[in-house]
């Protein structure tokens, strides 16, 4: 099963379809996703989701993308057993592929509030945006893209299917047989683009354990992982007075295990190694069972 565009469609509907495609394919979610019709958005869109994350773009596109996630994803998050995770961190992988669709680098991705999105999404300047619902069993998320990224992505391809025709007709293009030198004429439009993938919604739904829901679709969520050797404090007078040569006493004796923190919560003791010239750490102990169960 592919996605195509609607008849009709614009090239702005195929370049946010082609955004979201690659979104729903690692947002963290307990099923496929797939992207549905692409349609202009409004203020009443967050109003079936539960939480929003928003990243800037930088490169030839760029402005805002953002990701809406329902009920289902913000409470895996918050029940976590490694503690109560950031939305934006775990979307992050989703808005890059996005933000890489349209031709851009998605900065650090951050949580918004769902009644502050669309003004937060747009700019100070407003405008429209286009919203595309990712879909599984139902509509489980949704990728927002402004009028404006749109716009500046599609100016950006034409330029650079410009300049690569101009390589061409000056002979310095593909050999002849090879590949073809543009996949989007001045319009935006695919020239010899392939079928945007995607997975059927009925048929390929996974079975996962009531139990064990939340925690299989956090499993590609990357986090923050610490050793920690020790503690100290100090006034502030001590800390200007901090020149090279200085040694600081820490709060653990020479030889104790290392602390292992996992987006700041303590799970794990271990020895400091050295693997291949840089330190590692060989765990002992682990504290809490549940939180690496």
Known sequence: MTSTLPAGGSPADALALAAAEACATVLPASEPLSAGDPQPGTEHVVGVFAGAAVADLSGPAGGRVSVLVGEELVSALQASPLGGLDLGAAVQPALDAAAAALGATAQ????????????????????????????????????????????????????QAAQASQAARAGQG???????????????????????????????????ADGRRGIEMLHGVEMEVTVELGRTRMPVRDLLALAPGAVL???????????LLVNGRLIARGEVVVVDEDFGLRVTEILDQGAVG
């Not at 599984?136 to 034409?158: E, K």
């Not at 006493?249 to 602390?259: E, H, K, Q, T, V």
């Open 174 to 208: 593909s050999p002849a047989g090879g590949p073809a030198a543009t996949t989007v004429d001045p319009f935006g439009q695919p020239v010899a683009g392939r079928p945007l993938p995607a997975t059927g919604r009925a048929d390929n739904v996974r079975s996962i």
């Open 249 to 259: 006493a820490l709060d653990r004796a020479a030889g104790s295990p290392a602390d």
């Open 108 to 159: 650090a991705a951050r949580s918004v509030d769902l009644e502050l999105l669309v003004p937060e999404l747009t700019g100070p300047t407003g405008g429209g945006f286009t919203a595309v619902p990712l879909l599984g069993a139902g509509i489980v998320a949704a990728l927002l893209v402004p009028d404006t990224t749109l716009a500046a992505a599609l100016a950006a391809q034409a330029a």
